[in-house]
């Protein structure tokens, strides 16, 4: 039994077992899979795989030993601990901490509590601006930050159990400028200052000023009074010094405006304040930010416009969940415009759980069969895309059916099942192969994180294309069958007109004013401004396209990511203000930002740069991959290292750093140590075989080892030398050398720039490269690795973006030509397609994105949905009657406007409804459908049509063909049925519960039964025995609700088109009419004859 006829006659068994596996894994994946944890946002988004990702990973092993596998000494690992137990720094800092723990006040008489300069950058600190964008810098803005700060933040309940606590057991005063303000002027507290003290204050930063910009004035300057530092401070006036204040003000309070050198303000102007709390930046401040929240915009006279509590990711999980409300909203819009564009809620509750059960199908391939465990918070945005897939499918999958069920030759309802999968269904595999197609491309990025959301983004719309051509069918079938005819659905058949009727009745209405407007945009107003200004639409837009080429790849040109800040909230939000905004307008943070450290020089010999973890899972980094050939003791490699740290000294990129230097090439300190005499006279100690090395002749292998093992331990006890798993050196396995690190400084500092650091990178490794070919077989698998995370994520980006575009572009194309089979029109449909994905990316460059990892995801997928209408058009224009271009074009857009209209409308409504969401990749992704939709929309309808309209392809030109199967067959072919598509106000009555058919349909189209074949009815002249009746014959349509169940075969039934080749068919047009009534009043005479004897049988029985 076919899978038509299960369908058709059985439609609630595909309903049952569809439900029955989405039950099942629906119960699977609830209860054997851990739900997914989104408490780390920054997890995936290394590059795996890569040349410098392996050796980045491979770094990362040996540094951080993950399974224990290493030691610093050849004799195990109890010997280290108990090194390590004799090495743990005891001297705890006196100086600031007392014994009880708690911070210790300055000994002077500030109020204020001291601690070191570094640990300002630790503490919760919110930024305070004017409401009215004035100066901060007034005795009434002060005192309401402080007044915000004692009864806003310091009442709240979580605050004295995490506050710093001086030595009286208070909590330590706020870092602000009101309270510096309070000591310098003498008051207890900072609600007590005036306009005098303000004055005061702010003479002194004046006269100070100067000090602070020209870098005289430093930090802790009044106690550099001993050391090569105490000329520094020593002519600055004591007021300027005096318990750093003034330097505190200027450093960490105030923004980076206040008081230049430049600037004209005979009054200090402050437009931006922080104040640092005393509480550490760390996860117990969730509440006390939460509570902050509440009531920051009921602020008077200042607003808090920043805040960095050191919770952005932690809270991100939770802002993830929160906004899954606007996820819920879109599809609530989404739902109602189904729903009155088909008239009907059964249909359209039943492809919202087609939705649903998608997500869940492809989450349960996802974690249970292929066994990713890593499920990225990106895989998310996945539910927008399904559900405008889904929308979509919908809508041509009903109204194909519905075109089905108007053919004048429907036959049974089996035959329409079969006709709406012939033809909805390849519809419908081009959208969703499109689209997976370049989900799945993007697999092919190194990136865990993009690797993932294609996976599962691709997975979930292959599962959707599935369930739409199983449940969505049944759906629809059950719906005709057995719904129309219940009185509480259908308002029609209702008896009792209450609230319920009027209530239902809306969609009805709804449907029907827009099929009216419909009906006049899509055949009267679109076709005449596209045709009319074909060669305007095709100029204009082609010139938007090139310009967006120019703004891609020449100006402002698509830019890599400049910061290692992730953002992961909007940009208004107070977190990403602080990190993106704010950073760079005080001083302390842009001096850390600024002052960022050299790049390091590291080669690694004994570890293969090899990454053997599951690239899906970023938490599994592998193990270590040992270099079993690698031996460092022998003469000639000991020889070579020591030449080979003489070289990198010699280089152009190696920095010069003063002091000793014992674990960067720990072969020359150890040489060093071991060309003393064998023989200590002094102490009596003989030092054999460690003793007596010359250059020329190191220590044998045996040897090496045994002095290593002394040397060893005695270098982790020397003082001021770090030695442990973060330094330079040896690394032992199983009493065996098996990794040698060999570290300097290089005099490149590190940088965003991608272009900087490639430089760099590039001449350092083929310098490495080249060395390394001169170094014996035992050592010739060095490489060289250095901080190059944030590169190595650029380069991807850069690489493989691309890459993926090119492949995803290629897929298109081949869809598109094997779709129409004809090279212009292919040709044209790709053009189209690149204008819109130029255009697109032109938007978004202009709106200030980058080419992070969302965009790169974004880029990739817009190809897939940017091909979906202009491939409908073109299949639409292909099919149309071979008249003139113009009637083509007018034809194709009447035909499919309305359905690409809705299509890009509920997929713009989705995008749109995500765009008050707090976290940024629902709001990207939502601008990103937006512009997708928009600007396909645009170029399909008018730039492409415009095409079709000037340069379309007519009489079969550059048109191929599919081999015939038939070619040596002698049958006679099946002549194509040219019937005419015709729906009547009775079709559109009695089958509007779930989509209407409005006069735009009724156009010659290509029928969708392509193999037609007559059917033969006997009849009672042998003459005509073989020819069946085609009447112009149309009866009056009833009114709505006349019928009170609808009927498949109660269609309108249209004269065929003429077709000179098809002899049959004009031989039935050559009728008269008098014969077809005669053969009619004999075949209704000989039924009621029938029907009288049986009647007389009954009553005779």
């Given at each position: 039994m076919s899978y038509v006829r299960v369908l058709a006659h059985y439609p609630y068994v595909v309903l049952l077992a569809v439900f029955v596996v989405v039950a099942t894994c629906l119960v699977l994946s609830t209860t054997v899979i851990q739900l997914p944890d989104f408490g780390d946002p920054m997890a995936g988004f290394e590059p795996r795989g890569t040349d410098l990702g392996e050796r980045l990973t491979a770094y990362h092993n040996v540094m951080y030993n993950p399974n224990s596998k290493l030691s610093l000494l050849p004799f195990g690992a109890d010997f280290e601990d108990q090194i390590e137990d004799e090495l743990m720094d005891n001297d705890n800092d006196t100086e600031l901490w007392d014994e009880q723990g708690y911070v210790k006040r300055s000994t002077k008489r500030t109020p204020l509590c001291n601690l070191p300069d570094k640990d300002y950058r630790g503490l919760a600190r919110i930024v305070f601006e004017s409401k009215d964008g004035g100066n901060l810098f007034s005795a009434d803005k002060i005192r309401h930050m402080c007044r915000v700060e004692e009864e806003r933040i310091h009442t709240h309940p979580?605050?004295?159990?995490?506050?710093?606590?001086?030595?009286?057991?208070?909590?330590?005063?706020?870092?602000?400028?009101?309270?510096?303000?309070?000591?310098?002027?003498?008051?207890?507290?900072?609600?007590?200052?005036?306009?005098?003290?303000?004055?005061?204050?702010?003479?002194?930063?004046?006269?100070?000023?100067?000090?602070?910009?020209?870098?005289?004035?430093?930090?802790?300057?009044?106690?550099?009074?001993?050391?090569?530092?105490?000329?520094?401070?020593?002519?600055?006036?004591?007021?300027?010094?005096?318990?750093?204040?003034?330097?505190?003000?200027?450093?960490?309070?105030?923004?980076?405006?206040?008081?230049?050198?430049?600037?004209?303000?005979?009054?200090?102007m402050l437009r931006l304040a922080v104040t640092f709390l005393p509480v550490y930046a760390k996860e117990n401040t969730v509440e006390l930010y939460k509570h902050m929240e509440e009531w920051t915009e009921s602020l008077e006279e200042v607003q808090i416009v920043g805040v960095n509590f050191g919770i952005k990711y932690l809270l991100f999980s939770e802002y993830l969940m929160s906004d899954t409300i606007w996820l819920i909203s879109a599809g609530g819009v989404i739902f109602l415009v189904i729903w009155m564009y088909c008239a009907s809620l059964f249909i359209t509750i039943m492809t919202f759980l087609m939705m649903f059960w998608s997500l869940e199908l492809a989450y349960f391939l996802y974690m249970l069969v292929f066994e990713i465990k890593f499920f990225p918070y990106m895989n998310l945005v996945t539910v927008i895309i399904v559900i405008a897939i889904g929308a979509d499918d919908v809508f041509i999958y009903s109204k194909v059916w519905h075109l089905a069920k108007s053919e004048p030759n429907n036959g049974t309802l089996e035959k329409i099942v079969s006709n709406t999968l012939k033809h909805a269904t390849l519809s419908m595999f081009v959208t969703s192969f499109t689209t997976a197609a370049a989900l799945f491309t993007t697999t092919i990025s190194s990136i865990t994180a993009i690797k993932c959301f294609s996976i599962y983004a691709g997975l979930t719309v292959v599962c959707n294309f599935v369930l739409v051509v199983t449940w969505l069918p049944a759906s629809i079938i059950i719906h005709d069958k057995w719904c129309n005819c219940e009185a509480w659905y259908n308002p029609e058949f209702l008896t009792n007109k209450g609230i319920c009727y009027y209530l239902c009745l809306i969609p009805y209405k709804i449907h029907d004013q827009f099929s009216n407007w419909s009906r006049t945009l899509f055949e009267k107003v679109i076709p005449f401004i596209l045709i009319k200004l074909r060669i305007l639409w095709i100029v204009l837009l082609g010139g938007i396209g090139i310009g967006g080429i120019v703004v891609i790849f020449f100006y402002p040109k698509l830019k890599l990511p400049s910061s290692e800040k992730f953002q992961v909230f909007s940009s208004d939000h107070l977190f990403e203000h602080y990190d993106f905004v704010l950073n760079s307008k005080f001083w302390f943070e842009k001096e850390h930002t600024e002052h960022r450290s050299l790049l390091p020089l590291t080669f690694m010999w004994g570890v293969l740069p090899a990454d053997n973890g599951n690239s899906l899972d970023p938490f599994d980094k592998g193990d270590l991959k040992f270099d079993y050939s690698f031996d460092p003791l022998t003469t000639n490699a000991q020889k070579w290292f020591l030449n080979f740290c003489k070289k990198i000294r010699q280089t152009d990129f190696y920095f010069d750093m003063p002091g000793f230097q014992f674990t960067n090439c720990m072969f020359e300190d150890f040489q060093a140590l071991m060309k003393r005499p064998c023989m200590d006279y002094m102490q009596g100690i003989d030092h054999s075989p460690c003793c007596n090395a010359t250059d020329s002749q190191p220590l044998s292998s045996a040897s090496m080892l045994q002095c290593l093992t002394e040397y060893i331990p005695a270098l982790m006890t020397t003082p001021g030398v770090r030695y442990n798993f973060y330094t330079p050196g040896l690394r032992f396995y199983n009493g065996r050398i098996c990794a040698f690190i060999i570290q300097f400084l290089s005099n490149e500092s590190f940088s965003f720039a991608y272009d900087r650091i490639n430089v760099f990178y590039k001449k350092v490794n083929n310098w490495v490269i080249q060395e390394i070919q001169t170094a014996p077989p035992e050592i010739k698998n060095g490489w060289f690795v250095s901080d190059f995370e944030f590169y190595n994520l650029q380069n991807s980006l850069l690489k493989e973006t691309p890459l993926a575009f090119g492949v995803s572009l290629a897929v298109v194309s081949v869809v598109a030509f094997l779709t129409t089979l004809n090279l212009l029109i292919s040709f044209l449909a790709i053009l189209s397609i690149a204008f819109v994905m130029f255009t697109t990316v032109a938007v978004l460059v202009l709106l200030d994105w980058d080419l992070n990892i969302l965009e790169s995801v974004v880029i990739t997928v817009a190809i897939g949905m940017s091909i979906d209408y202009t491939l409908h058009y073109g299949v639409s224009y292909q099919l149309c009657p071979d008249f003139d271009r113009k009637t083509r074009v007018s034809t194709s857009v009447a035909r499919l406007g309305n359905v690409i209209s809705m299509a890009a409308l509920t997929t713009f409504l989705a995008g749109?409804?995500?765009?008050?969401?707090?976290?940024?990749?629902?709001?990207?992704?939502?601008?990103?459908?937006?512009?997708?939709?928009?600007?396909?929309?645009?170029?399909?309808?008018?730039?492409?049509?415009?095409?079709?309209?000037?340069?379309?392809?007519?009489?079969?030109?550059?048109?191929?063909?599919?081999?015939?199967?038939?070619?040596?067959?002698?049958?006679?072919?099946?002549?194509?049925?040219?019937?005419?598509?015709?729906?009547?106000?009775?079709?559109?009555?009695?089958?509007?519960?779930?989509?209407?058919?409005?006069?735009?349909?009724?156009?010659?189209?290509?029928?969708?039964?392509?193999?037609?074949?007559?059917?033969?009815?006997?009849?009672?002249?042998?003459?005509?025995?073989?020819?069946?009746?085609?009447?112009?014959?149309?009866?009056?349509?009833?009114?709505?609700?006349?019928?009170?169940?609808?009927?498949?075969?109660?269609?309108?039934?249209?004269?065929?088109?003429?077709?000179?080749?098809?002899?049959?068919?004009?031989?039935?047009?050559?009728?008269?009419?008098?014969?077809?009534?005669?053969?009619?009043?004999?075949?209704?005479?000989?039924?009621?004859?029938?029907?009288?004897?049986?009647?007389?049988?009954?009553?005779?029985?």
């Amino acid at each position: 039994m076919s899978y038509v006829r299960v369908l058709a006659h059985y439609p609630y068994v595909v309903l049952l077992a569809v439900f029955v596996v989405v039950a099942t894994c629906l119960v699977l994946s609830t209860t054997v899979i851990q739900l997914p944890d989104f408490g780390d946002p920054m997890a995936g988004f290394e590059p795996r795989g890569t040349d410098l990702g392996e050796r980045l990973t491979a770094y990362h092993n040996v540094m951080y030993n993950p399974n224990s596998k290493l030691s610093l000494l050849p004799f195990g690992a109890d010997f280290e601990d108990q090194i390590e137990d004799e090495l743990m720094d005891n001297d705890n800092d006196t100086e600031l901490w007392d014994e009880q723990g708690y911070v210790k006040r300055s000994t002077k008489r500030t109020p204020l509590c001291n601690l070191p300069d570094k640990d300002y950058r630790g503490l919760a600190r919110i930024v305070f601006e004017s409401k009215d964008g004035g100066n901060l810098f007034s005795a009434d803005k002060i005192r309401h930050m402080c007044r915000v700060e004692e009864e806003r933040i310091h009442t709240h309940p979580t605050y004295p159990g995490m506050c710093l606590r001086a030595n009286d057991d208070n909590c330590c005063r706020s870092w602000s400028l009101g309270n510096y303000i309070a000591f310098l002027t003498g008051h207890e507290n900072c609600s007590e200052i005036q306009d005098e003290d303000v004055s005061k204050v702010g003479r002194l930063l004046q006269s100070c000023a100067a000090f602070y910009q020209n870098y005289t004035l430093k930090h802790n300057c009044d106690t550099l009074n001993r050391g090569p530092e105490r000329y520094i401070c020593r002519n600055m006036p004591k007021k300027c010094m005096r318990l750093n204040t003034v330097y505190d003000i200027f450093h960490y309070i105030a923004d980076v405006e206040f008081l230049q050198a430049n600037s004209k303000v005979t009054w200090p102007m402050l437009r931006l304040a922080v104040t640092f709390l005393p509480v550490y930046a760390k996860e117990n401040t969730v509440e006390l930010y939460k509570h902050m929240e509440e009531w920051t915009e009921s602020l008077e006279e200042v607003q808090i416009v920043g805040v960095n509590f050191g919770i952005k990711y932690l809270l991100f999980s939770e802002y993830l969940m929160s906004d899954t409300i606007w996820l819920i909203s879109a599809g609530g819009v989404i739902f109602l415009v189904i729903w009155m564009y088909c008239a009907s809620l059964f249909i359209t509750i039943m492809t919202f759980l087609m939705m649903f059960w998608s997500l869940e199908l492809a989450y349960f391939l996802y974690m249970l069969v292929f066994e990713i465990k890593f499920f990225p918070y990106m895989n998310l945005v996945t539910v927008i895309i399904v559900i405008a897939i889904g929308a979509d499918d919908v809508f041509i999958y009903s109204k194909v059916w519905h075109l089905a069920k108007s053919e004048p030759n429907n036959g049974t309802l089996e035959k329409i099942v079969s006709n709406t999968l012939k033809h909805a269904t390849l519809s419908m595999f081009v959208t969703s192969f499109t689209t997976a197609a370049a989900l799945f491309t993007t697999t092919i990025s190194s990136i865990t994180a993009i690797k993932c959301f294609s996976i599962y983004a691709g997975l979930t719309v292959v599962c959707n294309f599935v369930l739409v051509v199983t449940w969505l069918p049944a759906s629809i079938i059950i719906h005709d069958k057995w719904c129309n005819c219940e009185a509480w659905y259908n308002p029609e058949f209702l008896t009792n007109k209450g609230i319920c009727y009027y209530l239902c009745l809306i969609p009805y209405k709804i449907h029907d004013q827009f099929s009216n407007w419909s009906r006049t945009l899509f055949e009267k107003v679109i076709p005449f401004i596209l045709i009319k200004l074909r060669i305007l639409w095709i100029v204009l837009l082609g010139g938007i396209g090139i310009g967006g080429i120019v703004v891609i790849f020449f100006y402002p040109k698509l830019k890599l990511p400049s910061s290692e800040k992730f953002q992961v909230f909007s940009s208004d939000h107070l977190f990403e203000h602080y990190d993106f905004v704010l950073n760079s307008k005080f001083w302390f943070e842009k001096e850390h930002t600024e002052h960022r450290s050299l790049l390091p020089l590291t080669f690694m010999w004994g570890v293969l740069p090899a990454d053997n973890g599951n690239s899906l899972d970023p938490f599994d980094k592998g193990d270590l991959k040992f270099d079993y050939s690698f031996d460092p003791l022998t003469t000639n490699a000991q020889k070579w290292f020591l030449n080979f740290c003489k070289k990198i000294r010699q280089t152009d990129f190696y920095f010069d750093m003063p002091g000793f230097q014992f674990t960067n090439c720990m072969f020359e300190d150890f040489q060093a140590l071991m060309k003393r005499p064998c023989m200590d006279y002094m102490q009596g100690i003989d030092h054999s075989p460690c003793c007596n090395a010359t250059d020329s002749q190191p220590l044998s292998s045996a040897s090496m080892l045994q002095c290593l093992t002394e040397y060893i331990p005695a270098l982790m006890t020397t003082p001021g030398v770090r030695y442990n798993f973060y330094t330079p050196g040896l690394r032992f396995y199983n009493g065996r050398i098996c990794a040698f690190i060999i570290q300097f400084l290089s005099n490149e500092s590190f940088s965003f720039a991608y272009d900087r650091i490639n430089v760099f990178y590039k001449k350092v490794n083929n310098w490495v490269i080249q060395e390394i070919q001169t170094a014996p077989p035992e050592i010739k698998n060095g490489w060289f690795v250095s901080d190059f995370e944030f590169y190595n994520l650029q380069n991807s980006l850069l690489k493989e973006t691309p890459l993926a575009f090119g492949v995803s572009l290629a897929v298109v194309s081949v869809v598109a030509f094997l779709t129409t089979l004809n090279l212009l029109i292919s040709f044209l449909a790709i053009l189209s397609i690149a204008f819109v994905m130029f255009t697109t990316v032109a938007v978004l460059v202009l709106l200030d994105w980058d080419l992070n990892i969302l965009e790169s995801v974004v880029i990739t997928v817009a190809i897939g949905m940017s091909i979906d209408y202009t491939l409908h058009y073109g299949v639409s224009y292909q099919l149309c009657p071979d008249f003139d271009r113009k009637t083509r074009v007018s034809t194709s857009v009447a035909r499919l406007g309305n359905v690409i209209s809705m299509a890009a409308l509920t997929t713009f409504l989705a995008g749109a409804m995500m765009m008050p969401s707090t976290v940024l990749v629902y709001q990207k992704f939502g601008i990103f459908l937006m512009l997708i939709i928009s600007i396909s929309w645009t170029y399909s309808t008018f730039f492409f049509q415009g095409l079709l309209c000037v340069c379309g392809p007519t009489k079969g030109f550059t048109q191929l063909h599919w081999p015939s199967s038939e070619c040596c067959s002698n049958s006679v072919p099946d002549r194509r049925d040219k019937t005419r598509y015709s729906t009547s106000e009775s079709t559109m009555s009695t089958s509007s519960s779930y989509h209407h058919t409005t006069s735009s349909e009724s156009h010659e189209m290509e029928p969708l039964t392509d193999e037609y074949r007559h059917r033969y009815h006997s009849r009672s002249r042998p003459s005509y025995s073989r020819t069946i009746i085609s009447t112009e014959y149309s009866p009056e349509p009833p009114r709505r609700g006349s019928h009170v169940r609808f009927s498949i075969d109660s269609v309108d039934k249209s004269v065929s088109v003429f077709d000179p080749e098809d002899e049959f068919a004009h031989a039935q047009r050559c009728r008269s009419r008098a014969e077809s009534e005669v053969f009619l009043e004999d075949d209704e005479m000989e039924s009621q004859t029938n029907d009288t004897n049986d009647k007389q049988k009954d009553s005779g029985s």
